[in-house]
């Protein structure tokens, strides 16, 4: 194809109004939990980008952001400083869009639904590992204060026992905190948590997926300040208050749970992306974050 058309193709496809029905489409798959559909156009666009994610959580966002319409502007400058340039290898990079576009969204809905979102095979850790020290929550070994630690079991829905089940299978042997302080990505989505009693051992963890669980209580996380992506969609959150406090986060998935101040966000300046469907929020709130740049994934207007 003659490059002045392929220019002149991409200028089309990369408008807001274009970008503005491709996000829609993806917001419907979303939201009607086509989620192999979205796997199928998150590998179409990985032909180009290089970019490959099976997370359902991270793979929507990713595919948010790159066609969201709030990029219309740098997409365009973008194609048209390298068309001015010659650089028609940076043009090919983007003409994964042409096959998104093609796309048959309408047959990709009347497909069934997928109902299993994510699980996963954990890394295995070497307790005789140098430092491997043991965190006994009955026992409560790693601190000075009894107050700062998980009771018990917590009925076995609270985040270190949520833990426990995921890597050993059981809660009869001992956490590691020397784990929990060591890891910069976690994955635990779908097992029945109920409170993040613990979780703020994670102290350096980067990347955290809580998404699918029962979660109503967010003051413990406030401790995990390096985070920079975080999903906690289908929760049962009202209050983020205590995100405020990770000045690092980029990406935030709030999907399906029932807040309605978004307040608390506006204060992150590292924030990009929110993804806040199924939440009873204003036009107000979302705009208040759209003001500051922040791309926001919300229901589609009607």
Not at 251 to 265: E, G, M, R
Not at 273 to 283: A, E, H, L, R, T
Request: with cysteine.
């Amino acid at each position: 194809m003659d490059s002045k058309v392929i220019y002149e193709k991409l200028i089309q496809s990369y408008s807001e109004k274009n970008l503005t029905w491709i996000t829609t489409q993806l917001i419907s798959l979303y939201q009607e939990k086509h989620y192999d559909a979205l796997r199928e156009v998150m590998a179409t666009v990985s032909e180009f980008t290089g970019r490959r994610e099976e997370k359902i959580h991270r793979c929507f966002a990713y595919l948010l952001k790159l066609y969201h319409p709030d990029r219309t502007k740098y997409y365009v400058q973008f194609i048209r400083e390298n068309f001015r340039h010659g650089n028609f290898d940076q043009l090919h990079g983007l003409e994964h869009i042409f096959l998104v576009e093609e796309m048959d969204f309408t047959n990709m809905r009347s497909a069934g639904i997928d109902e299993d979102i994510d699980y996963h095979p954990e890394e295995i850790w070497d307790e005789t590992d140098p430092g491997f020290d043991i965190f006994d929550a009955e026992q409560m070994s790693m601190t000075d204060d009894p107050e700062d630690m998980p009771d018990g079991e917590q009925g076995q829905n609270d985040f270190i026992s949520a833990v426990k089940r995921k890597i050993y299978g059981n809660l009869e042997i001992d956490l590691p905190v020397h784990l929990l302080e060591d890891l910069d990505e976690i994955d635990m989505a779908e097992y029945e948590i109920r409170s993040l009693d613990g979780i703020r051992f994670c102290k350096y963890v980067q990347l955290m997926d809580l998404s699918g669980n029962h979660i109503d209580d967010l003051s413990e996380i406030s401790e995990c300040r390096l985070l920079k992506e975080l999903y906690l969609s289908h929760n049962q959150i009202r209050i983020i208050d205590a995100l405020g406090n990770l000045g690092e986060l980029t990406q935030l998935d709030l999907s399906y749970n029932d807040v309605d101040d978004l307040t608390p966000l506006s204060g992150l300046k590292h924030l990009e992306y929110v993804n806040i469907i199924g939440n009873p929020v204003s036009n107000e709130q979302i705009e208040m974050l759209k003001k500051k740049g922040i791309m926001v994934a919300n229901q589609p207007r009607s």
